[in-house]
């Protein structure tokens, strides 16, 4: 499934500075929303959905995403078409779900039908903002249940850093997890402490851009989330150095 056409045709449109090429779960109901939000002027988002193919009712959260991963070489074929500068696997546990090889793999695949375009998935994301912003010892919220919290933090601790708390939300279901940015603000706020550098809100399907700002200030301390790191990576690799105003320290370009 390699990008077989390499040059534009003439005569197409101008799409402005930059082309996102997002790939979402396709039950995700808030992270093309986000990115939309949170693009720069010029930035254009184009959207492919990966779909949960053969996916059974008894299959648990891990066996849904495995299966959702097979589609994704699928929707970054069809993303390719429209030669995008950067592609986004915008899913948090499915880039994370069996560790940095699991991650890495998940990359090539991707690379391999997209090139020239960069890859960015938002594990990789996530663990360079973490740096970024020098965040060693973070506590981490989620919408995820146990075992996904459980393989969340054995990822996280296998790339340096030391979870010293994860709160789970448990038992939101997904139509839950747009209701309103105040479930990550509080779930947030609950896990907050003197111990740690800051907080890592993960899941692209959790509300958070509109509260970062405001949650920052209340724990006086960084917060990541999955899809403000996300779209801070996009841009990076797309060479775009705007500094987006209200979503967070990371986006403003602070250290």
Not at 140 to 149: E, G, K, L, R, S
Not at 166 to 193: E, Q, T, V, W
Not at 209 to 227: A, H, W
Request: hydrophobic fraction near 40%.
């Amino acid at each position: 499934m390699k990008n077989e056409m390499k040059e534009v045709p003439k005569g197409w449109p101008d799409y402005g500075r930059v082309k996102i090429g997002l790939l979402v779960p396709a039950t995700n109901a808030v992270m093309e929303d986000e990115f939309h939000a949170l693009a720069p002027e010029g930035v254009v988002i184009a959207t492919a959905r990966m779909l949960h193919k053969g996916r059974k009712p008894e299959d648990s959260f891990a066996e849904s995403l495995r299966k959702m991963s097979t589609d994704a070489p699928e929707a970054a074929f069809k993303i390719s078409r429209i030669h995008p500068d950067v592609v986004a696997f915008g899913c948090t546990s499915g880039s994370f779900l069996e560790g940095e090889s699991w991650n890495d793999t998940i990359t090539k695949k991707l690379s391999d039908i997209v090139s020239p375009a960069k890859v960015v998935t938002t594990s990789t994301a996530v663990k360079k903002a973490l740096r970024k912003l020098k965040l060693e010892k973070i506590a981490v919220a989620t919408p995820y249940p146990d075992d996904i919290n459980n393989r969340l933090k054995v990822y996280m601790e296998s790339q340096g850093f030391n979870v010293v708390r994860l709160d789970s939300s448990c038992d939101l279901g997904p139509s839950s997890f747009i209701r309103s940015n105040n479930m990550a603000y509080h779930l947030a706020k609950r896990i907050d402490g003197a111990d740690i550098d800051g907080i890592f809100i993960s899941c692209t399907d959790f509300r958070t851009i509109e509260i970062l700002d405001t949650l920052e200030r209340d724990v006086d301390k960084p917060v990541v989330s999955s899809n403000q790191a996300t779209m801070w990576a996009c841009l990076i690799a797309a060479k775009i150095g705007d500094k987006i105003e209200g979503c967070g320290k990371l986006l403003r370009g602070e250290t």
